[in-house]
């Protein structure tokens, strides 16, 4: 825990140098083990084989019961450095987080892949999260382990070890044997009851005769009338804090400028049943309000459904790993709310809450869960994160976007409209499926597709366009009033754009590369990024070079490009 904290504090300040670190330590082992490989992976690798080792090394760290595992890509057995070619793109390695999440049962990504410039060569390091507790973690449906230094199936034995964790260790449920009613605060207590007897009408008339040990009880926040860590976080006294320590029992608030500077924060302790109606005020209840446009959009909405923010403050409380140390934030931005708690996703894939609608099968705070449920604070049921989904798709706003890397649990909502044009689709075609819109969301907000969304949206004829930039449909836009859109997007034919180069240099003899940047760049389709137009300018002038249509007659560094017999 404490390697933890110290290496996220690195990677704010001097990861490169701790990573280099790291290299050197791994490179001094004596031998490789459970939670460390290297592979030579000069030039390239087997995905499935990456896939494996993941599964592998994450499962060990699991039992090894370290937070992280290494695999080196660029290093030989004997622990020398000789340097790999693999995905050489930053780009590619990033990709590549998501690549592995798509093949795992729970969603575990890499913590963060590392490029090392070591003096023999590159070395590209991988850092692996231990399996969350309770839950190995499977590549492609299969288990794996370590056996010495060997890659093999994961055990049933090692398996089940795994599993158990889950049984047996549920931080919410500890007694506080110092603890007493003392130390619990009254108006929390009294707001527990009065969301019980909300929650459970049938036993509304019993509530107000039981005494507070026996209310406890009932509402499963202590066991057998002795308070445990639960009871404290949602109920607890702000004085109490210490009871949980090293545990952050708080939720940070932060309010950011458009600039991304701060403007304001406070933060909120215990009792946490109070401290969500504290964080719900502080955040400003504006109203966004649309253009116009015939009947399509009301006039205006709250920029943030309630029930949103409620559900995400109440599920950072819920799933928070509280052994991490960490605080609950919520930084609200000029037009977005963002949500972080520490800890995996539990439940592993976002997509497949919202699309199965089911009750989590896991839960990392069962007895915290519980508790918070009997308090009408979150629904175990299930539905949560498709209600949020909902919501915002209602108001035809982007949904909701969770990042689950880097350990942590990060939902931002968008409180406006990123693509009006987005918003035109869903307001005027009712009959899509909420998995179509999750995938056009992706598209309105340039991310990558699976082979399944692409296949989904292309076989309705939603989008076009090459991987990765697809856009969307000449048929949507036409309906919708796109058309200008769809044009921007699409690119014209590469002749065009050489038939407008060579025109430009035949009135004006010559042209510097400025200048034909300035006569191309805004012809190329919108959703091209700077980069990428660089590329495609320089591309375009380097096959008329090749072809002996244009030559430099400038410098290097400074080009100056003419037609060659400009005067036939």
Same mark, same amino acid.
């Given at each position: 825990?404490?390697?933890?904290?110290?290496?996220?504090?690195?990677?704010?300040?001097?990861?490169?140098?701790?990573?280099?670190?790291?290299?050197?330590?791994?490179?001094?082992?004596?031998?490789?083990?459970?939670?460390?490989?290297?592979?030579?992976?000069?030039?390239?690798?087997?995905?499935?084989?990456?896939?494996?080792?993941?599964?592998?090394?994450?499962?060990?760290?699991?039992?090894?019961?370290?937070?992280?595992?290494?695999?080196? !890509?660029?290093?030989?057995?004997?622990?020398? &450095?000789? $340097?790999?070619?693999? #995905? %050489?793109?930053?780009?590619? @390695?990033?990709?590549?987080?998501?690549?592995i999440a798509n093949k795992t049962t729970n969603r575990i990504t890499f913590i963060e892949i590392h490029e090392v410039a070591h003096a023999q060569g590159r070395v590209v390091l991988f850092e692996i999260p231990a399996a969350p507790q309770g839950l190995p973690v499977a590549f492609e449906g299969h288990y794996y382990g370590r056996?010495?230094?060997?890659?093999?199936?994961?055990?049933?034995?090692?398996?089940?070890?795994?599993?158990?964790?889950?049984?047996?260790?549920?931080?919410?449920?500890?007694?506080?044997?110092?603890?007493?009613?003392?130390?619990?605060?009254?108006?929390?207590?009294?707001?527990?009851?009065?969301?019980?007897?909300?929650?459970?009408?049938?036993?509304?008339?019993?509530?107000?005769?039981?005494?507070?040990?026996? !209310?406890?009880?009932?509402?499963?926040?202590? &066991?057998? $009338?002795?308070?445990? #860590? %639960?009871?404290?976080?949602? @109920?607890?006294?702000?004085?109490?804090?210490?009871f949980l320590t090293p545990a952050d029992s708080k939720i940070r608030w932060l309010l950011k400028d458009r600039d991304g500077k701060d403007r304001d924060y406070e933060v909120f302790g215990l009792p946490l049943l109070l401290a969500v109606d504290k964080v719900f005020n502080k955040i400003r209840k504006l109203k966004y309000r649309?253009?116009?446009?015939?009947?399509?959009?009301?006039?205006?909405?709250?920029?943030?459904?309630?029930?949103?923010?409620?559900?995400?403050?109440?599920?950072?409380?819920?799933h928070q790993d509280y052994t991490l140390c960490g605080r609950i934030n919520v930084v609200e931005g000029d037009e977005s709310l963002t949500f972080t708690n520490l800890g995996s996703f539990v439940p592993g894939d976002v997509q497949r809450v919202v699309m199965e609608d089911a009750p989590e099968e896991h839960y990392r705070n069962?007895?915290?869960?519980?508790?918070?449920?009997?308090?009408?604070?979150?629904?175990?049921?299930?539905?949560?994160?498709?209600?949020?989904?909902?919501?915002?798709?209602?108001?035809?706003?982007?949904?909701?976007?969770?990042?689950?890397?880097?350990?942590?649990?990060?939902?931002?909502?968008?409180?406006?409209?990123?693509?009006?044009?987005?918003?035109?689709?869903?307001?005027?075609?009712?009959?899509?499926?909420?998995?179509?819109?999750?995938?056009?969301?992706?598209?309105?907000?340039?991310?990558?597709?699976?082979?399944?969304?692409?296949?989904?949206?292309?076989?309705?004829?939603?989008?076009?366009?090459?991987?990765?930039?697809?856009?969307?449909?000449?048929?949507?836009?036409?309906?919708?009033?796109?058309?200008?859109?769809?044009?921007?997007?699409?690119?014209?034919?590469?002749?065009?754009?050489?038939?407008?180069?060579?025109?430009?240099?035949?009135?004006?003899?010559?042209?510097?590369?400025?200048?034909?940047?300035?006569?191309?760049?805004?012809?190329?389709?919108?959703?091209?990024?700077?980069?990428?137009?660089?590329?495609?300018?320089?591309?375009?002038?380097?096959?008329?070079?090749?072809?002996?249509?244009?030559?430099?007659?400038?410098?290097?560094?400074?080009?100056?490009?003419?037609?060659?017999?400009?005067?036939?």
């Open positions: 825990m404490r390697w933890l904290k110290r290496h996220e504090a690195a990677g704010k300040t001097g990861q490169a140098m701790d990573v280099t670190q790291k290299l050197s330590e791994l490179l001094g082992m004596s031998a490789e083990n459970e939670v460390v490989e290297f592979k030579e992976a000069k030039n390239s690798y087997s995905f499935a084989d990456l896939g494996k080792y993941f599964s592998a090394l994450s499962n060990e760290a699991n039992l090894k019961r370290v937070p992280a595992a290494w695999l080196a !890509f660029g290093v030989n057995n004997s622990r020398q &450095v000789v $340097g790999s070619a693999y #995905r %050489t793109s930053r780009t590619d @390695l990033d990709h590549l987080k998501e690549e056996d010495g230094e060997a890659l093999s199936p994961l055990n049933l034995e090692e398996i089940e070890r795994i599993r158990a964790q889950a049984a047996l260790e549920d931080w919410s449920a500890a007694v506080v044997p110092e603890a007493g009613l003392g130390d619990l605060d009254a108006e929390a207590l009294r707001v527990a009851r009065k969301n019980f007897k909300s929650k459970f009408p049938d036993k509304a008339g019993e509530v107000d005769a039981w005494d507070d040990r026996t !209310f406890l009880n009932k509402a499963k926040l202590t &066991v057998k $009338g002795k308070l445990t #860590r %639960t009871t404290l976080l949602l @109920l607890g006294k702000d004085e109490a804090e210490h649309y253009m116009r446009e015939g009947t399509l959009f009301p006039e205006e909405v709250d920029q943030y459904e309630p029930y949103a923010i409620r559900e995400a403050v109440n599920n950072c409380i819920a069962r007895f915290l869960a519980t508790a918070m449920f009997n308090l009408k604070m979150v629904d175990t049921a299930g539905g949560g994160i498709r209600k949020m989904f909902q919501y915002q798709q209602e108001r035809f706003f982007p949904l909701p976007d969770y990042d689950l890397t880097k350990g942590r649990v990060k939902l931002t909502l968008n409180g406006k409209v990123l693509d009006m044009d987005y918003a035109r689709l869903l307001a005027s075609n009712g009959e899509l499926e909420l998995r179509e819109i999750m995938a056009l969301d992706k598209v309105q907000k340039r991310q990558r597709l699976d082979a399944d969304e692409v296949a989904l949206l292309k076989a309705k004829g939603l989008i076009e366009g090459r991987k990765p930039n697809y856009y969307i449909a000449k048929r949507v836009a036409q309906k919708t009033g796109q058309k200008a859109t769809y044009s921007k997007n699409r690119a014209f034919d590469k002749q065009y754009y050489i038939d407008l180069l060579c025109k430009a240099l035949g009135e004006h003899d010559s042209l510097t590369r400025k200048d034909i940047d300035e006569l191309l760049w805004n012809k190329l389709p919108d959703w091209m990024t700077d980069k990428q137009r660089k590329i495609k300018v320089s591309n375009l002038i380097g096959e008329l070079s090749r072809k002996r249509k244009i030559a430099n007659q400038g410098s290097d560094a400074h080009p100056l490009w003419a037609l060659i017999n400009a005067g036939d």
